[in-house]
């Protein structure tokens, strides 16, 4: 039995992007022929994990084969990191063209840099099985899990509550899209295989 401390640290950062084109075919409408708008909407999240690592492994040998098990657990900050941006671009033929803050999802209202901390647990488990093959190969093969929460990822940064009145204009109304920071819990599993070589 060996007990483990140490230090941990882990990042995950997360983008969504979205671009989008109209063109106007409409002969005698509001908005002249052959006007363009495009836009885009572009939310960018980053989770940094600084913390203590504390746990512990137990093996169990017998003849040939070793079992053994790891359990970890960290303890510390996340710091998370939510960058909003977007645009619209409107080209009038023969007129020029005229950009403005926010596109389908971005507004005003939620643009920006937006930045906080969170106490945050980061448990791992690991189950590996060793077997001796003759005095200089060793087969292995295992299982790794790795669990984080207070993570933010940038899908569930979107708002579809849209107030279209500061579309080109003054808000009037509610603020919204609004920026809230919206968390989810994030796991990873692995397999493992290999052979160790000693000499």
């Not at 080209?91 to 999802?105: I, K, M, R, W």
């Not at 005003?108 to 060793?130: H, M």
Request: glycine residues 12%; aromatic residues 12%.
């Amino acid at each position: 039995v060996d007990f483990l401390g140490g230090y941990r640290y882990t990042k995950i950062e997360d983008n969504l992007r979205i671009d989008d084109m109209l063109t106007s075919t409409a002969v005698g409408g509001n908005v002249p022929l052959g006007t363009v708008v495009a836009g885009f909407d572009q939310i960018d999240t980053n989770n940094e994990f600084h913390g203590v690592d504390l746990g512990m492994q137990v093996d169990f040998k017998k003849n040939r084969w070793t079992i053994s098990f790891l359990g970890k657990c960290a303890l510390g900050n996340m710091a998370q990191d939510i960058n909003i941006d977007g645009s619209t671009t409107v080209t009038v033929p023969g007129a020029g063209s005229s950009t403005t803050a926010g596109g389908l999802l971005t507004q005003p209202t939620n643009i920006g840099e937006f930045s906080r901390d969170k106490f945050t647990v980061v448990p791992e488990a690991n189950i590996n099985a060793r077997y001796v093959l003759n005095c200089r190969w060793t087969a292995l093969l295992g299982y790794n899990f790795i669990y984080w929460n207070n993570v933010v990822r940038a899908d569930d940064q979107v708002d579809f509550r849209v107030n279209t009145t500061q579309v080109g204009g003054t808000l009037f109304g509610p603020g919204q899209p609004e920026m809230e920071f919206k968390e989810t819990n994030y796991w990873l599993q692995g397999v493992n295989a290999g052979l160790e070589l000693h000499f």
